[in-house]
C-alpha cells in the first residue's frame, strides 16, 4: 500500500474543481501506563463542516475499535475506486460499509450532468447529497432520478420431474 500522503493526493485530484472537499487520515497515539494505542481516524470535510467520519459514523462496523481497525480496507477501497474504470463507477458494486464510495462518486469531474439522473437515484449518503447539492446547485435539485432497471422476469419450471409426486414408500429405497 502506498503512503497516506500519496493516495490522499490521487483521491483529491478526482474532485471537481471549485470544490471545497478534503479527505483526511490520521493516527492519534493513546499513551497510558498499561500501554500505547493507535487511534486511527479517517474524515471528510465540505468547507468547515465534517460530512464523514470513521469511525463516530460506521456504527456497529465498528465494535472492536481501536483494536481491530479498518483503516487498510478503507485505503484499500478508496484505491479500488481510483482504478475502476470511468465508465464502471456508477455500475460497478463496491465493497464499502463505510458509505465512502457515495461521497467519491458525487465528488468526482470524471461524472458530468449527463449522468445526474443516475447519480441522484445512486446516492443515499447526506454528505453526499450534500456535496452533488454545493456542486451542480439547481441542477442537481432538478435533476430526476433514473428509475431502477426492471428485474428480468423469473422463468417458471419446466414441467416435468419437478411436478411428480413424492413417495414416502420406504420400500422403494431398498
Known sequence: M???SKLQREVSKLFADGLRLQIQCRVYRMASAGSNTDLPRYWCTLGKDVIWDYPRDVGENATHYPCDTE???ISSLLREYIDTPID???SFAFADRWHIVDILLAADKRIGKHRLPELKARLTHPGAIAIAATRWGQEWEDAVP???PASPPVPEAAPGLADAPISTDSSLLR
Open 88 to 90: 464502471g463507477l456508477l
Open 2 to 4: 502506498k503512503p497516506w
Open 71 to 73: 483503516v487498510s480496507s
Open 146 to 148: 433514473a428509475p431502477e
